[in-house]
């Protein structure tokens, strides 16, 4: 379940008729609060449940990788139009108008100014709480991999092909991507530091990035 609560009391009841359990993993974003505090009260390996939450919110990791001295695309969390108008008005776009923690591409939008804003916001989840953040230019990718006892290693790293904007629906994948060792080499140290810097501890991982004239964002 999504839910950590109902987690934690069934694991309660399973382990009061005398249930045994070594691991706890999910795969997918939204039960991983549950997952994490299923291992913290059985006491197994597991990532902590702050960590967790910090991934979770999309304008909070940013703002957390940032202050480590990674390249982030600058982001303004909203709780209505006009905010979304005001971010507009500081910084230079294009945009993205996005859920604080969606996933699947779901109510991701780009936005050229604010006459494309009405269309963006109503097709939010929830129109209360949203991201609006820089349109990073440049080629996508994702890192996938696992955490070891040795801390993050890399498996793959995977191209995407995403419909043109205003939508980012992932259409197909590349995999490996063609690239140079040398950018290899560099996607792998940054993702890595940066699962490390966020506290992720186990389980596998899917980072997604950008390759811009500035470097891996």
């Known amino acids: 379940p999504d839910d950590p609560d109902v987690c934690e009391r069934w694991l309660a009841e ?5 249930a045994r359990y070594d691991l706890v993993l999910g795969l997918r974003d939204g039960v991983q609060e549950s997952v994490a505090r299923s291992a913290a009260y059985l006491r197994v390996p597991g990532n902590a449940p702050e960590a967790v939450r910090l991934t979770r919110n999309k304008d909070a990791c940013r703002v957390a990788l940032a202050a480590a001295g990674f390249r982030q695309p600058a982001v303004r ?3 209505s139009a006009q905010d979304a108008v ?3 008005r500081e910084s230079r776009g294009p945009w993205v108008v996005k859920p604080r923690d969606g996933m699947a591409s779901i109510g991701v939008r780009k936005v050229l100014g604010p006459d494309d804003l009405p ?9 209360r709480l949203f991201l609006v953040e ?8 994702s ?3 696992v955490i070891l006892s040795t801390g993050p290693k890399v498996l793959a790293v995977t191209e995407k092909e995403v419909l043109p904007p205003p939508h980012f629906v992932e259409v197909g994948h590349v995999l490996p991507a063609a690239l140079p060792q040398a950018t290899r080499q560099e996607i792998d140290r940054q993702v ?15 980072v997604e990035l950008w390759l811009t004239g500035e470097g891996v964002v």
């Not at 399973?14 to 005398?18: I, L, N, Q, V, W």
């Not at 269309?119 to 129109?127: G, K, Y």
């Open 119 to 127: 269309t963006a916001l109503a097709e939010l989840p929830d129109q």
């Open 134 to 141: 820089e349109f990073v230019e440049g080629p996508e990718y």
């Open 86 to 88: 005001a971010f507009l």
């Open 14 to 18: 399973r382990h009061a008729e005398g």
């Open 143 to 145: 890192v996938e991999g």
């Open 77 to 79: 969390l909203c709780t």
């Open 192 to 206: 890595t530091a940066a699962l490390e810097v966020l506290g992720l501890r186990f389980g596998v991982f899917h």
